[in-house]
């Protein structure tokens, strides 16, 4: 039970499908023991299907511009998860880049006013997804396996960095969500690591060197992690894997 309990907060908090009210749960240790675990299975279970059907319905629609397509993708994307991962970009932004102290960069986490770089940050990675799709959608044999792979690896990442990284702070969502995290969760968290990798090597290999780099960036600059960073981690992870696909299809 504990286990639905969790999977029911993951699909509330990272995505915009409501879960109705008589399914609410609370957010106590028990319910929130295996949702480091619920994050990639909420990827597969609605953010790979939700990806499948725009992608194959917007490739269909050759009289629009793959620019336009790009665009409708990303936009789809983005209001799939209500922007929560991109809000945790913004703050990323403002605090990376504002070269202050760590305390100083974790309250400018907390802000919840959008600075400059958060602007900047916003713009640039739109831009960029829309871009990144146009390109796809504009390459004559792209595979939806691998399509399907880029929102369950992100999400996938995000659920092992939040079930074994540190907290940059003693309060917080981060807190809040991966405080009940137990060794099972991690192990099983792993195995489906090691269950891409067979998949999926390059897009495997890939995700491990992202989640690396970003656990030295969020120990080098704020001492551990936050909510705003795994969502940033989510947006950028992703990015890098289109990229790859770009990439792959270029070479």
Not at 101 to 126: N, W, Y
């Amino acid at each position: 039970m504990h286990i639905i309990n969790s999977f029911l907060i993951a699909v509330s908090f990272i995505s915009i499908i409501p879960v109705p009210e008589k399914f609410y749960v609370d957010w106590n240790n028990d319910n929130l023991k295996y949702f480091c675990l619920m994050l990639p299975l909420t990827g597969i279970i609605l953010f790979v299907p939700a990806w499948l059907a725009l992608w194959l319905g917007l490739s269909h629609l050759a009289n629009l511009s793959t620019i336009l397509r790009g665009l409708l993708m990303t936009l789809a994307a983005l209001a799939l998860t209500g922007g929560l991962h991109m809000d945790g970009l913004l703050d990323t932004c403002d605090a990376v880049f504002s070269r202050q102290d760590r305390e100083t960069r974790i309250k400018i986490l907390d802000d919840s006013h959008s600075g400059a770089f958060a602007v900047m940050g916003c713009v640039s990675a739109l831009m960029l997804k829309t871009l990144l799709f146009a390109e796809l959608f504009s390459c004559d044999s792209v595979s939806t396996f691998h399509i399907a792979l880029i929102p369950l690896s992100s999400r996938l990442g995000m659920g092992i960095i939040l079930a074994f990284m540190k907290f940059a702070k003693s309060t917080g969502l981060a807190v809040i969500l991966g405080s009940s995290r137990s060794s099972c969760v991690k192990y099983l968290l792993v195995i489906i690591l090691a269950v891409l990798l067979i998949c999926d090597f390059v897009t495997g290999i890939i995700l491990i060197c992202i989640m690396l780099l970003w656990c030295r960036i969020c120990s080098k600059i704020f001492g551990g992690i936050t909510g705003d960073l795994l969502g940033a981690f989510v947006e950028i992870s992703e990015i890098i894997l289109l990229s790859g696909q770009v990439f792959a299809q270029r070479l």
